[in-house]
């Protein structure tokens, strides 16, 4: 796993200069501070997680002070934007903590999201991720997004790309673009067996 890794985070090493590591409860995430938003997060995700639902709720965003000021997002800027604030690794993927629920509402994990984009597709493979930890008892998770070229305030980039790999006995990616759309594309989901022909996909289609 720390080989799988440390490719991924080399390839986004050589693409992103300025990336800071958070250490968050629960998950693992890159912020790319020019961008101001995270552009990578890993974490595990087991049957326990998804059957253990927290009762309690996080609903507020706030900034992440671990960040240097000038690169810190804010959850005013998106105000008026018409982007959602969309969760990298997802609040409902964590809500079986508390502190981990916190985590997932910095704004060091938000990235501007269309809102039918946030609200199905991106919650369609939340659940399917969900489905796959039942499945399958526990499962390795790697999330990104990245490309664009237009931006909220705060110079915060919308990014076109998002994608999430789900490491289990198979490798099974998906690549998703940020858009109107509401159905998930058949041809996003794909399985690969070898994690580094996986990566070069991944960066190839998305045209870095």
């Not at 709720?57 to 240097?68: C, G, N």
């Not at 858009?179 to 996909?201: A, D, H, Q, S, W």
Request: aromatic share 18%; charged share 25%; glycine share 4%.
């Amino acid at each position: 796993m720390k080989r799988i890794l440390l490719l991924l985070i080399f390839n986004f090493s050589i693409l992103f200069a300025y990336l800071i590591h958070l250490n968050n409860k629960c998950f693992q995430e890159y912020y790319e501070t020019n961008w101001r938003i995270p552009v990578l997060a890993y974490y595990y995700l087991t049957e326990k997680d998804v059957n253990s639902p927290n009762p309690i709720r996080i609903h507020y965003f706030k900034i992440d002070k671990r960040l240097p000021k000038k690169y810190i997002s804010k959850s005013s800027d998106y105000k008026n934007t018409g982007y959602d604030r969309g969760h990298l690794v997802g609040n409902d993927i964590v809500n079986y903590d508390i502190r981990c629920q916190k985590y997932s509402f910095l704004m060091s994990n938000i990235t501007p999201q269309i809102p039918t984009f946030n609200r199905s597709i991106y919650k369609k493979i939340e659940k399917f991720e969900m489905k796959l930890a039942k499945n399958y008892k526990k499962i390795f998770v790697i999330t990104g997004a990245w490309g664009g070229n237009t931006y909220i305030k705060n110079k915060i980039l919308i990014p076109r790309y998002y994608f999430k790999i789900f490491i289990t006995k198979k490798f099974i990616y998906y690549i998703i673009i940020n858009n109107k759309g509401k159905k998930l594309p058949l041809n996003t989901l794909y399985t690969y067996p070898y994690f580094r022909e996986l990566i070069n996909v991944i960066f190839q289609k998305t045209c870095l």
